[in-house]
């Protein structure tokens, strides 16, 4: 069982919220990609939803969300690729522990 189909079970039985007029899964999904590192305008984006409702539930469930460690990493690469998305320019980047090789951080402008 993926975290995935825990986190909708655990907010369910911590009755972090009220009303489920936007399904659980939804909220949980959209707090989760907010906490990965993207705006909440840009989460809004995905998903067709208003970016104040993705605030309102990334603070609601922020006290059920696991909490990041902290790490000290040494030193990070980051490369750029422009690329042509939809007609226009976009410029996708990623930053990568350079010991571990583990992705930091991904973007797209």
């Known amino acids: 069982?993926?975290?995935?189909?825990?986190?909708?079970?655990?907010?369910?039985?911590?009755?972090?919220?009220?009303?489920?007029?936007?399904?659980?899964e939804v909220k949980v999904l959209a707090a989760l990609i907010y906490f990965s590192g993207l705006s909440y305008r840009e989460v809004s984006s995905l998903g067709g939803l208003?970016?104040?409702?993705?605030?309102?539930?990334?603070?609601?469930?922020?006290?059920?969300?696991?909490?990041?460690?902290?790490?000290?990493?040494r030193l990070i690469a980051v490369d750029e690729n422009k690329s042509k998305l939809g007609g226009e320019q976009a410029y996708i980047w990623a930053a990568r522990d350079i010991e571990t090789k583990e992705i930091v951080a991904i973007g797209l402008a």
């Open 50 to 73: 208003y970016y104040k409702a993705v605030r309102l539930w990334y603070n609601a469930l922020k006290d059920v969300l696991p909490k990041p460690e902290r790490r000290y990493r």
């Open 1 to 24: 069982m993926s975290s995935l189909d825990v986190l909708p079970d655990r907010v369910r039985a911590s009755r972090v919220f009220r009303r489920n007029k936007v399904a659980l």
